[in-house]
């Protein structure tokens, strides 16, 4: 398989607090793979470390097959890599359009029109303010905003956040269209059934280690692990 994305041995820190001890993981082209922790287990800042924001002190990443590890987030994205940070970060104040045109289009499959036909929300409400939207449409824009720089990885930090069950079923219909379409994603989750239910592979991260590294199938069914380790059962 061909790895889109490899982290080896990273080593993180805010300061001098040691927050990431040592972790591996990788993506393969065309596979969903979803980092799963409790809160403070180290998953935001695995993803910031990948894409630059928090660079890791030691250890390794290769992105797209180039060493990434000390490169700054704007050409690691310009590498083609669409990354969605908790919290959404759209702008209220622009509307829906300009949000979207925010990011220099690359050249590629997706482009506004495509957007609005995966997200036909987005474009009944293109000219209201991203401060106008729900939760679940603000979560929907801020993925539709990187890929428009056609990206060949995506990596999204909770996208379930705080989102109504139909609308979370929604979100991870789009994730999975991602897969479909012949994106690499790393998806960041709590929500442990939903996770299991979309991607291939799991990791779990505890203080900062990865605990589980293998299938989602047999995650699924290694109850009392799920339990410990991420908080929650891998039954609906």
Known sequence: MTAMLAARDVH????????????SLEVNKGEIVTVLGRNGAGKTTTLRSLVGLTPPRTG?????????????PY??????????PEGRRIFGNLTVLE???????????????R?????????????????????????????ARPLLLNPALMLL????QGLAPLIVQEVMGVVRSMREEGLSVLLVEQNVPLSLGVADRAYILDDGKVVYAGTCAALAEDRDLVQRLAGATAQH
């Open 12 to 23: 993180a820190f805010y300061g001098k607090s040691h927050i990431l001890h040592g972790v």
């Open 75 to 84: 050409q690691i994205a310009r590498l083609g890599v669409g990354y969605v």
């Open 60 to 72: 390794s990443v290769t992105i797209l097959g180039r060493d990434t590890t000390r490169s700054s």
């Open 157 to 160: 930090d909770e996208p379930s």
């Open 115 to 143: 957007v609005f036909k995966l997200f036909p929300r987005l474009a009944e409400r293109k000219s209201q303010l991203g401060r106008q939207l729900s939760g679940g449409e603000q979560e929907m824009l801020a993925i």
């Open 99 to 113: 949000n979207l045109l925010v990011p220099a289009e690359r050249p590629g499959p997706w482009n506004l029109e």
